[in-house]
C-alpha cells in the first residue's frame, strides 16, 4: 500500500507571447478522477530540481518542452492545485497532491519550435501531445488549464504584458 504524500511539489511555468499568439503545450489528462478533458493546453513547465533555481528550471523545461531557448522575466502569477480537495477524503490509495506552480514571463530567443518529452517518463507514457502558438484572441477556443489562464493571458496581453502583480488562483479556479 502506497504511503500519503506529505511534501509539497515546486514547478514552474512560462508565459511566451509574441505576434498575438501564446506558445502552449497540448498534454493528456495528467489526474484521474477530476474534471478535465482528456487533453488540455497548458503553459510549458515542470518540476524544480533540487538545486536548481527557479530561472534554471524555467530555462530547462521551456527547452524540454518546446525546443525553444528563452529569457526569464518577472514572475507573473502562483498557481496551487491540492487534489483531492481540502473537503474529499484522502487514502493510501488517493493520495494527497499539492503543486505550487510559479509563471514568468519568457522571451523566446531561439531554437526550433517542437513538440518535446518528458525525459522523466517512458515514450509509451509521454504527457506531451504537441507545441503550438496559438491566437490569444482565440484561446476561448481550445480546452485550457487551468480554466482562468485564456482570461488572464488576454487581459496581460491587452495591458502589453507590462510586470503584473502576482496572482493567486486555487485549484478550484
Not at 500519503?4 to 505576434?19: E, F, G, K, M, Y
Not at 502552449?24 to 497548458?42: A, M, N, Q, T, Y
Not at 515514450?123 to 485550457?144: F, G, N, R, S, V
Amino acid at each position: 500500500m502506497s504511503q500519503p504524500n506529505t511534501s509539497i511539489r515546486l514547478r514552474v511555468a512560462a508565459l511566451a507571447v509574441q505576434d498575438g499568439r501564446a506558445l502552449l503545450v497540448k498534454h493528456r489528462r495528467f489526474l484521474s478522477g477530476i474534471d478535465l478533458p482528456d487533453e488540455s493546453w497548458i503553459l510549458p513547465g515542470g518540476g524544480v530540481k533540487v538545486g536548481e533555481t527557479l530561472e534554471e528550471a524555467v530555462r530547462r523545461e521551456v527547452k524540454e518542452e518546446t525546443g525553444l531557448i528563452c529569457d526569464v522575466g518577472d514572475m507573473l502569477f502562483v498557481k496551487e492545485l491540492i487534489y483531492p480537495y481540502c473537503d474529499e477524503a484522502v487514502t493510501h490509495e488517493r493520495p494527497l497532491l499539492h503543486v505550487l506552480s510559479l509563471c514568468f514571463a519568457v522571451k523566446i530567443t531561439g531554437g526550433t519550435l517542437q513538440t518535446g518529452k518528458d525525459p522523466e517518463l517512458p515514450e509509451d507514457e509521454q504527457l506531451i501531445l504537441e507545441t503550438a502558438w496559438l491566437p490569444i484572441d482565440a484561446l476561448k477556443d481550445y480546452p485550457i488549464y487551468p480554466s482562468s489562464l485564456a482570461a488572464f493571458i488576454q487581459e496581460c496581453a491587452a495591458e502589453g504584458f507590462k510586470p503584473c502583480q502576482a496572482r493567486y488562483f486555487r485549484s478550484k479556479d
